[in-house]
């Protein structure tokens, strides 16, 4: 947190230039915040990816709950329920994390929910993109 009371965080820890080709194919990352295109080799890693492990990771701040659905190997029909289930789940637990604020802190808790839920798209053409994100 900064001294504006901004809070930043980073992680470059398997940071990759995505312009350079060689490292379209790389899939790395925090098993819990990867996303669902992690397992499928098909399906380069791209910007898109970062915002999934953004949402993953906001939604544990704001709620303490960890999506645990990764499983090494490729990308199955089970491991897409398991995507599908975890983010019915952690939507429950947003929802319910939003109706214990008050109704002026409320609005706030509603847009970062709504900010996360956007994040947290299995569908990588259909995920927030950072400039929606940002303009949001």
């Known amino acids: 947190i900064n001294s504006d009371g901004r809070v930043k965080i980073l992680d470059l ?3 990759k ?6 490292h379209r194919n790389f899939k790395a990352g925090t098993p819990d915040y990867a996303p669902p295109e992690l ?3 098909g399906v380069p890693m791209n910007e898109s990816s970062d915002v999934w492990s ?9 709620t303490g709950h960890v999506m645990e659905i990764y ?3 490729r990308l ?11 983010l019915v789940k952690a939507i429950q637990i947003l929802d319910a994390k939003v109706a ?10 509603q847009e970062l929910s709504s900010f996360i839920k956007n994040c947290l798209v299995i569908d990588q053409g259909k995920r927030a993109t950072i400039e929606s994100l940002l303009n949001s």
């Open 71 to 73: 499983k090494p190997g």
């Open 17 to 22: 230039r995505l312009d350079d080709p060689k």
């Open 76 to 86: 199955t029909l089970s491991m897409l329920y398991a995507y599908r289930g975890e």
């Open 13 to 15: 820890g398997l940071a």
């Open 39 to 41: 397992h499928d080799r």
């Open 54 to 62: 953004l949402g993953a990771t906001l939604l544990y701040a704001f």
């Open 100 to 109: 214990e604020f008050s109704e002026s802190e409320g609005i706030m808790a």
